[in-house]
């Protein structure tokens, strides 16, 4: 299909494009007005993700409000621990939890390797929103890391301390590598699914490898991303961009550059100028602006997004977007100054 609008594709290819493409995590989702509506006639999360109609839905509805260059898909990252049997729900207050959380080598042994057939809902939400996009602008579809799903099917949830997850680390590595590869594996046949299906870019959401030390990140994150990369090469999608977004693993920038990914999604924490030389120009660079930012006023707002298009320069292959996701309590007309402070000063 011809997109109208291919900057965000032709920045992860690090050609030069007139200006910087932007789009945002969590776009889609509770600060909108629109999206509390159909989550309130949905019911539940759930129901919402996987009933592809409200997906598609969703996925749209700030490309309504806001000239943003890419869609991703609505979804969650831990959908293919929920297609192996752990039974995901989402507690008020409290997040997501699992029925069957990880407790024993058994579980893990038990655990089935996922293929897109098993995920079909989301293969049906892709192909219904691309249909309905109809080359307006990219799809981009996602997973979570092998490690960052393996830390939410120990911790049944999110975790302050990742206690059972290091356990199984540093007591058992070979259960460990065990999880991981069959994550790793899952999440090739369903990022092939979704690319099958019509997603322009995939991404790899490691949510929480800044937990880990630069050796135990190597060993039990990014060598499962790489694998997950190679994987999708080998399954025939060479030219499918590939995204990895690893929240506080600066330090290990360049071994993420060497992955043969396409871009690296960059936090808050490092300026985009020391992020750019320790990759290297390998790949493009995607970030890095606090989402805390949305909370200034406007003017503020304004500096910081200039601060961040300055800092990258006209070097080809950046996009803009947050160090993180939107928040529920942002105001929508927020981000409507940070989409069109990135047209004005990257366009100068």
Same mark, same amino acid.
């Given at each position: 299909?011809?997109?109208?609008?291919?900057?965000?594709l032709?920045?992860?290819l690090?050609?030069?494009?007139?200006?910087t493409?932007?789009w945002? $995590?969590?776009?889609? %989702?509770?600060?909108?007005?629109?999206?509390?509506k159909?989550?309130?006639?949905?019911?539940?999360?759930?129901t +919402?993700?996987?009933?592809?109609?409200?997906?598609?839905?969703?996925?749209?509805?700030?490309l309504e409000?806001?000239?943003?260059d890419?869609?991703?898909?609505?979804?969650?990252?831990l959908?293919?621990?929920?297609?192996?049997?752990?039974?995901?729900?989402?507690?008020?207050?409290? %997040?997501?939890?699992?029925?069957?959380?990880?407790?024993?080598?058994?579980?893990?042994?038990?655990?089935?390797?996922?293929?897109?057939?098993?995920?079909?809902?989301? $293969?049906?939400?892709?192909?219904?929103?691309?249909?309905?996009l109809?080359?307006?602008?990219?799809?981009? *579809?996602?997973? %979570?890391?092998?490690?960052?799903?393996?830390?939410? $099917?120990?911790? !049944?949830g999110?975790?302050?301390?990742?206690?059972?997850?290091k356990?199984?680390?540093?007591?058992?590595?070979? +259960?460990?590598h065990?999880?991981?590869?069959?994550?790793?594996?899952?999440?090739? &046949?369903?990022?092939?699914?979704?690319?099958?299906s019509?997603? &322009?870019?995939?991404?790899?959401?490691?949510?929480w490898?800044?937990?880990?030390?630069?050796?135990?990140y190597?060993?039990? &994150?990014?060598q499962y $991303?790489?694998?997950?990369?190679?994987?999708?090469?080998a399954?025939?999608?060479?030219?499918?961009?590939?995204?990895l977004?690893?929240?506080?693993a600066n330090?290990?920038?360049?071994?993420?550059?060497?992955?043969?990914?396409?871009?690296?999604?960059?936090?808050?924490?490092? !300026?985009? !100028?020391?992020?750019l030389?320790?990759?290297? *120009?390998?790949?493009?660079?995607?970030?890095?602006?606090?989402?805390?930012? +949305?909370?200034?006023?406007?003017?503020?707002?304004?500096?910081?997004?200039?601060?961040?298009?300055?800092?990258? %320069?006209?070097?080809?292959?950046?996009?803009?977007?947050?160090g993180? *996701?939107?928040?529920?309590?942002?105001?929508?007309?927020?981000?409507?100054?940070?989409v069109?402070?990135?047209?004005?000063?990257?366009?100068?």
């Amino acid at each position: 299909m011809t997109l109208e609008n291919d900057l965000f594709l032709r920045a992860l290819l690090r050609e030069k494009t007139e200006r910087t493409p932007v789009w945002l $995590m969590r776009q889609a %989702g509770r600060y909108l007005p629109e999206y509390r509506k159909i989550r309130k006639q949905a019911g539940d999360f759930m129901t +919402l993700a996987s009933t592809p109609e409200l997906a598609c839905e969703v996925t749209i509805q700030p490309l309504e409000r806001f000239p943003l260059d890419a869609a991703i898909i609505f979804s969650d990252i831990l959908t293919i621990p929920d297609a192996m049997g752990l039974g995901l729900h989402f507690v008020q207050g409290e %997040g997501p939890k699992f029925e069957k959380p990880i407790t024993s080598a058994k579980d893990i042994e038990n655990l089935p390797i996922v293929s897109a057939d098993d995920l079909q809902y989301v $293969m049906d939400a892709i192909s219904l929103t691309t249909k309905t996009l109809n080359g307006r602008v990219p799809l981009i *579809g996602f997973a %979570g890391s092998p490690w960052t799903l393996l830390t939410y $099917m120990l911790e !049944n949830g999110s975790s302050k301390s990742y206690a059972k997850s290091k356990a199984l680390l540093y007591r058992t590595p070979e +259960l460990a590598h065990q999880l991981l590869d069959k994550l790793a594996q899952s999440t090739i &046949s369903y990022l092939a699914g979704q690319i099958e299906s019509g997603a &322009s870019v995939v991404q790899i959401f490691d949510s929480w490898g800044g937990v880990l030390s630069p050796a135990d990140y190597k060993t039990f &994150s990014l060598q499962y $991303m790489n694998q997950i990369v190679i994987g999708l090469q080998a399954a025939g999608y060479p030219d499918t961009p590939i995204i990895l977004f690893s929240k506080g693993a600066n330090h290990s920038l360049p071994m993420m550059a060497n992955s043969g990914c396409h871009a690296l999604g960059i936090d808050w924490t490092i !300026n985009i !100028n020391d992020a750019l030389k320790l990759t290297e *120009g390998k790949v493009a660079l995607q970030g890095n602006l606090d989402p805390a930012t +949305l909370y200034a006023d406007d003017h503020f707002i304004d500096h910081a997004v200039k601060e961040v298009i300055d800092a990258y %320069g006209d070097r080809p292959g950046h996009v803009f977007n947050m160090g993180h *996701g939107m928040q529920p309590d942002m105001e929508p007309e927020k981000v409507a100054v940070l989409v069109d402070a990135v047209k004005r000063h990257s366009e100068h």
